[in-house]
């Protein structure tokens, strides 16, 4: 059992602990997780018939009729839905880190508008957010960070 004085020298360690490198892997974690999801073509949301079977989330949205004919004139074919069309809104996904938090975002002012209105436009893809397998991920490395912390406590 810890007595006081262990106890304070775990929140000494805790409140000075360098959780830097901890969050840059929380961050990679996160965006990876959004990056491969919706490649698959995965929605974070579940539609009514999803909810009823318990699942956590489902396909995207087809494209409406009038953009997958201009899509399937300029660009290979992507099926599934998969917000894919030139790459260069997920590339341009990225984790900032600080010495106490971590922002995952966009790098530019277009590319982060172009996952707004596929967030949130006329036929919303949910696709900006943590998984349930992401957050298994950063419970680990939480834990691991915190065993290595008081390794001899």
């Known amino acids: 059992m810890l007595n006081f004085y262990d106890t304070l020298r775990m929140f000494e360690r805790l409140a000075s602990a360098n959780w830097k490198p901890t969050l840059k892997r929380i961050g990679e974690a996160i965006r990876d997780s959004i990056q491969t999801k919706t490649a698959k073509g995965f929605d974070s949301v579940p539609r009514h018939r ?13 494209y409406t ?53 596929n967030q949130t436009g006329r036929v919303p893809r949910h696709f900006f957010d943590v998984s349930k397998e992401a957050n298994a991920q950063i ?3 939480v834990n691991d960070f915190i065993n290595q912390l008081f390794k001899g406590i």
């Open 50 to 62: 999803e909810i009823k079977r318990g699942t956590t989330g489902s396909r995207f949205s087809p």
């Open 65 to 117: 009729k009038v953009y997958k004919n201009w899509k399937a004139r300029n660009f290979p074919p992507a099926v599934p839905v998969n917000l894919y069309r030139t790459g260069e809104m997920l590339k341009h996904l990225s984790q900032q880190e600080t010495d106490k938090e971590c922002v995952v975002g966009f790098t530019t002012t277009i590319t982060a508008e172009r996952a707004s209105y």
């Open 139 to 141: 419970d680990v490395i």
